[in-house]
């Protein structure tokens, strides 16, 4: 037998790295309290894009997968990573799942093993939080019985070009041999190992990552809506700017942020700094209003565009494309696309939503899905482009939408408003 790779998680995070796992030769158990989606992975049917069913019912085949919503299962383990989600809950860090998972994992702990943390969270948490429940648990202490890291995800899904192997991956441990190990396991994963100096230089790592994104998407947000009212084409003063070589990097106007990461990760840092230095981040937070807002400023603008054409939003045909967060994905947490649907429904407008990634089961009660047929584009009284799958026949939309909202910029002519 090979070496016993534990994965708590089995989502957009966990699922790839163990199917990576697997490839690389180690005997993996994925471990995950949803007892429907262990029964999906165990039948070979996959949630996740970036792993299909053939990819799934291979793993099985090589004897080296399985998944279990039972910690049982994952006992003499070699390494362990931690991939659970880390919500807000009323703007403060939720840990629940980080403490249940060591809680669990603690008892099952051997010396000479080694644990990974990968889900994001605020500096300190894998050495202030976690370890002291993986040292209570299991009566060894780190890095004397135990070795103990953290290393960010980097999970882009949907993400043809920059997946899991390839993508540089930043690694971290309590001390010199626990890194050394650790570096060794995601040698075996990733083509390159980006090693640091502590578990805190890594964590911070992850939140600068996604905090220097959300800040970029509210300033050009922002500035799409004034742009707008100066009459000024923000996508053209985009395009223009990106043909700079150095200096500049683009970032696009949208109907918001979206995922586990950018309307959550970066509050984790301003929660840090404002309990540990009593400080407001002020950039998160001002960042934090502008693409909350966004959802409610695309309302906004529906309202005036049908108010020009003598249609209130109440009793209005809505045709939103695309509900997931990002495009050619169907992760629709925290999706400002259902923020939008919400908003219409609760206006008394008519929502229907095409899309064909994410899982009717997922959606806001009062939206009726359909398929973006000519038929559905030109019945509906306003066609609005909330995330721009490549799926979606642009071409068709504008030709048989009336008035179309893009706030992708995926569509031209003169029946199209852009964001």
Same mark, same amino acid.
């Not at 997968?65 to 659970?84: G, K, L, N, P, R």
């Not at 441990?173 to 890194?179: K, Q």
């Not at 009062?366 to 047929?373: D, F, S």
């Given at each position: 037998?090979?070496?016993?790779?534990?994965?708590?998680?089995?989502?957009?995070?966990?699922?790839? +790295?163990?199917?990576?796992?697997?490839?690389?030769?180690?005997?993996?158990?994925?471990?995950?309290?949803?007892?429907?989606?262990?029964?999906?992975?165990?039948?070979?049917?996959?949630?996740?894009?970036?792993?299909?069913?053939?990819?799934?019912?291979?793993?099985?085949?090589?004897?080296? %997968?399985?998944?279990?919503?039972? %910690?049982?299962?994952?006992?003499?383990?070699?390494?362990?990573?931690?991939?659970?989600?880390?919500?807000?809950?009323? $703007?403060?860090?939720?840990?629940?799942?980080?403490?249940?998972?060591?809680?669990?994992?603690?008892? +099952?702990?051997?010396?000479?093993?080694?644990?990974?943390?990968?889900?994001?969270?605020?500096?300190?948490?894998?050495?202030?939080?976690?370890?002291?429940?993986?040292?209570?648990?299991? $009566?060894?202490?780190?890095?004397?019985?135990?070795?103990?890291?953290?290393?960010?995800?980097?999970?882009?899904?949907?993400?043809?070009?920059?997946?899991?192997?390839?993508?540089? /991956?930043?690694?971290?441990?309590?001390?010199?041999?626990?890194?050394?190990?650790?570096?060794?396991?995601?040698?075996? @994963?990733?083509?390159?190992?980006?090693?640091?100096?502590? +578990?805190?230089?890594?964590?911070?790592?992850?939140?600068?990552?996604?905090?220097?994104?959300?800040?970029?998407?509210? +300033?050009?947000?922002?500035?799409?809506?004034?742009?707008?009212?100066?009459?000024?084409?923000?996508?053209?003063?985009?395009?223009?700017?990106?043909?700079?070589?150095?200096? %500049?990097?683009?970032?696009?106007?949208?109907?918001?942020?979206?995922?586990?990461?950018?309307?959550?990760?970066?509050? %984790?840092?301003?929660?840090?700094?404002?309990?540990?230095?009593?400080?407001?981040?002020?950039?998160?937070?001002?960042?934090?209003?502008?693409?909350?807002?966004?959802?409610?400023?695309?309302?906004?603008?529906?309202?005036?565009?049908?108010?020009?054409?003598?249609?209130?939003? /109440?009793?209005?045909?809505?045709?939103?494309?695309?509900?997931?967060?990002? /495009?050619?994905?169907?992760?629709?947490?925290?999706?400002?696309? @259902?923020?939008?649907?919400?908003?219409?429904?609760?206006?008394?407008?008519?929502?229907?939503?095409?899309?064909?990634?994410?899982?009717?089961?997922?959606?806001?009660? $009062?939206?009726?899905?359909?398929?973006?047929?000519?038929?559905?584009?030109?019945?509906?009284?306003?066609?609005?482009?909330?995330?721009?799958?490549?799926?979606?026949?642009?071409?068709?939309?504008?030709?048989?939408?009336?008035?179309?909202?893009?706030?992708?910029?995926?569509?031209?002519?003169?029946?199209?408003?852009?964001?």
């Amino acid at each position: 037998m090979g070496e016993k790779l534990v994965v708590v998680g089995q989502g957009y995070v966990g699922l790839p +790295l163990a199917m990576r796992a697997v490839d690389a030769g180690f005997d993996v158990v994925g471990i995950d309290l949803d007892e429907w989606r262990v029964k999906r992975l165990n039948a070979a049917e996959s949630y996740v894009e970036d792993v299909d069913d053939d990819l799934l019912a291979a793993a099985h085949r090589s004897g080296r %997968y399985q998944a279990s919503a039972d %910690y049982a299962d994952a006992e003499a383990f070699d390494v362990c990573v931690i991939t659970v989600p880390t919500p807000l809950r009323e $703007g403060v860090p939720d840990l629940r799942h980080i403490g249940s998972a060591g809680q669990s994992l603690a008892p +099952l702990l051997r010396r000479g093993a080694t644990v990974i943390l990968e889900s994001t969270t605020y500096p300190g948490t894998t050495e202030e939080y976690l370890r002291p429940l993986l040292e209570e648990g299991s $009566g060894l202490h780190a890095p004397e019985d135990f070795s103990l890291g953290y290393s960010p995800e980097r999970i882009d899904p949907g993400n043809a070009r920059w997946r899991l192997e390839n993508t540089p /991956k930043v690694v971290s441990g309590i001390d010199a041999v626990s890194l050394e190990k650790i570096r060794a396991f995601y040698g075996r @994963i990733v083509q390159e190992v980006v090693p640091v100096s502590s +578990l805190q230089v890594a964590e911070l790592c992850k939140l600068l990552e996604n905090t220097f994104r959300h800040v970029n998407i509210a +300033l050009v947000n922002e500035l799409s809506i004034f742009a707008q009212q100066l009459g000024i084409d923000v996508w053209e003063a985009i395009d223009a700017a990106s043909t700079k070589p150095f200096g %500049y990097m683009r970032f696009t106007p949208g109907p918001g942020v979206g995922g586990h990461c950018l309307p959550i990760d970066p509050s %984790y840092l301003s929660w840090k700094v404002k309990r540990s230095l009593g400080h407001n981040f002020r950039f998160v937070e001002l960042a934090n209003d502008i693409n909350d807002h966004m959802p409610d400023h695309v309302v906004h603008r529906l309202i005036l565009g049908l108010n020009q054409r003598c249609k209130p939003i /109440k009793g209005s045909r809505v045709l939103l494309l695309g509900l997931s967060y990002k /495009k050619n994905a169907g992760d629709c947490r925290e999706s400002p696309a @259902i923020e939008v649907a919400r908003a219409l429904w609760k206006l008394g407008a008519d929502v229907r939503a095409a899309d064909p990634h994410v899982e009717d089961f997922l959606l806001p009660p $009062g939206i009726e899905i359909v398929r973006p047929t000519g038929r559905e584009l030109a019945l509906a009284d306003v066609v609005v482009i909330l995330t721009d799958h490549d799926c979606f026949d642009y071409e068709l939309v504008e030709q048989m939408g009336a008035y179309v909202f893009d706030t992708r910029n995926r569509c031209r002519g003169p029946n199209v408003e852009r964001l």
